[in-house]
């Protein structure tokens, strides 16, 4: 660790050449240990992505956007990636899969024990945080959260368990892009493939059905303006540790401390 960090130092002290690895080590490594600029930037490192899904007026937009979200935050609604063709090694194939939620398991808002609520109480406070700290007055902030909970309560109802998800044979599905209408559900399927950049497969592995038939009834059937504030938490949450004091401590007191135990 010693040894990278100084190597790290090393070439964020160097003068190197614009778009090289080194520049971009460089630089990234300065920022993230300029703590004075993180806090006197607060939300404004993500400031663009909020304004945009706050323009959002229709669902074709919302898919649009839930395929740029996954780029570079957690996956919203159902998630994607190219990997390994589970009955067949030697080729990679593009898989669809449940996703969409921020505690990680399904059991965090289903179950109904006293540790239980508390934690599901404490998200919705996580959120309600990060939405003021991002510049939402209290009643939107606290209406996100209202929001952003009840679609993820949804998706978990429909998420496999863990013990379904070591099930290889339950989480194989492979289908013809054709057939995905029928076989999971009416969706602009060539048209969130093509935002995904993944224009012209021909098929793909849809590891969980239910899971993402639910995401695209959750898409169809709440208003544009429930639908924002969920992008919205997938940005926010994923950027939290990298912001300021503000974010990375609210981030810390529910994930580490009431999710996790750490003191």
């Known amino acids: 660790q010693v040894q990278i ?5 090393e070439l964020g002290k160097q003068e190197n050449p614009v778009g ?3 520049q971009k080590v460089g630089d990234l490594y300065k920022m993230g240990i300029d703590s004075v600029k993180l806090n006197a930037d607060g939300a404004e490192p993500i400031r663009a992505q909020l304004e945009e899904i706050a323009t959002v007026s229709d669902k074709k937009d919302i ?3 839930t395929a740029k979200v996954s780029r570079y935050a957690s996956n919203p609604f159902f998630g994607f990636y190219v990997g390994p063709d589970d009955m067949n090694s030697s ?3 593009a898989h669809l899969y449940q996703s969409g939620i921020g505690m990680g398991d399904r059991d965090y808002y289903l179950l109904q024990d006293e540790h239980t609520r508390m934690i599901r109480g404490e998200y919705e406070k996580l959120i309600k945080t990060q939405f003021r700290n991002a510049g939402y007055d209290e009643a939107d902030a606290e209406k996100a959260a209202v929001n952003v909970l009840n679609i993820e309560t949804k998706l978990a109802g429909a998420h496999f368990t863990k013990e379904m998800r070591r099930q290889p044979e ?5 289908l013809a892009v054709a057939d995905l209408n029928r076989a999971v559900a009416p969706f602009e399927w060539a048209y969130y493939l093509e935002e995904m950049s993944a224009a012209g497969i021909d098929s793909l592995n ?4 239910e899971p993402v038939k639910t995401a ?8 544009v303006e429930v639908l924002r504030d969920y992008l919205g938490w997938k940005v926010i949450n994923s950027a939290a540790g990298y912001l300021s004091d503000d974010f990375v401590n609210a981030n ?10 750490s003191k």
Not at 5 to 9: A, G, M
Not at 206 to 209: G, L, M, R
Not at 216 to 223: H, L, S
């Open 216 to 223: 695209i009834a959750i898409i169809d059937k709440e208003p």
């Open 252 to 261: 810390f007191k529910f994930y580490g401390k009431a999710l996790s135990g």
């Open 91 to 93: 080729m990679n194939i």
């Open 206 to 209: 849809v590891a969980q059905i």
């Open 5 to 9: 960090q100084s190597l790290i130092e």
């Open 63 to 65: 898919i649009r956007l």
């Open 20 to 22: 090289s690895n080194a």
């Open 170 to 174: 339950l989480n194989y599905h492979k």
